[in-house]
């Protein structure tokens, strides 16, 4: 039963162009969103979140968009730099569910120069 | 300030034998988490800490695995005995306590230990 699904395994993008990396969830109970981001051998970083009551949430290039009708998330990365090259995942979160985080499969991010 | 550690980096085992992960999270955080992360998918949580108290265990291979948290700091997670298809990254994790209605619970991450099982 997979209630966060990244749909696409991987993205190639160009290097000063827009990055946009999708998230699907099923379990309308998610009362926050986060994105993770991990580079190989490495455990994944926080990179983003957003709250259920919210729509948008930006910090620097990195931007969140939610739309809570659709059960969809999206990250924006405005320019996509190739340091951002990594595997992207999606996670959510109920709060009565002691903070669980459920992931996504992920998204393997390539920004080419 | 210190991250997640955990060792051993790698573990190369045969089938049916034993392992065991180590994990000292960020100091003063109360919550604990282990997670198993198979090749081209995303973490799953197989058992949460609060302190040294089991909060959620219930992805965890009770017939093979188990964790423990001594004192409420280090952590040590077994596989006894392990079978192919737990070759994976097992992940360590630690958050500060959760907080309020409007706040959301991060958490850090460790490098990450990857089993091989042969």
């Known amino acids: 039963d997979q209630q966060v699904k990244q749909n696409s395994p991987s993205l190639s993008v160009q290097e000063g162009r827009i990055s946009i990396l999708n998230c699907d969830y099923t379990?309308?109970?998610?009362?926050?969103f986060l994105w993770y981001k991990k580079y190989p051998a490495e455990g994944p970083t926080f990179l983003i979140s957003?709250?259920?009551?919210?729509d948008k949430n930006e910090d620097g290039r990195f931007t969140v968009f939610l739309n809570k009708s659709a059960k969809h998330l999206s990250l924006h990365i405005v320019p996509s730099q190739p340091g951002d090259s990594a595997v992207y995942f999606c996670?959510?979160?109920?709060?009565?569910?002691?903070?669980?985080?459920?992931f996504g499969s992920g998204t393997r991010l390539l920004v080419r120069p | 300030e210190a991250g997640v550690a955990q060792s051993p980096r790698y573990k190369i085992i045969e089938k049916r034998q034993s392992v065991a992960f180590w994990c000292n999270p960020i100091?003063?955080?109360?919550?604990l988490y282990w997670y198993q992360q198979i090749l081209g998918q995303g973490p799953k949580l197989l058992i949460q800490f609060q302190n040294n108290g089991v909060v959620d265990d219930s992805q965890l291979p009770k017939d093979r695995f188990s964790a423990e948290r001594l004192k409420g700091v280090d952590s040590t997670l077994k596989i006894q005995p392990a079978k192919l298809e737990d070759s994976a990254v097992y992940l360590c994790?630690?958050?500060?306590?959760?907080?309020?209605?409007?706040?959301?619970?991060?958490?850090?991450f460790g490098p990450g230990t990857r089993l091989t099982v042969l």
């Open positions: 957003i709250s259920s009551i919210k």
């Open positions: 994790a630690s958050s500060a306590n959760p907080g309020g209605v409007t706040s959301y619970n991060e958490q850090f």
């Open positions: 100091s003063g955080h109360a919550t």
């Open positions: 379990n309308s109970m998610f009362d926050y």
């Open positions: 996670a959510a979160s109920i709060m009565d569910s002691s903070y669980k985080l459920i």
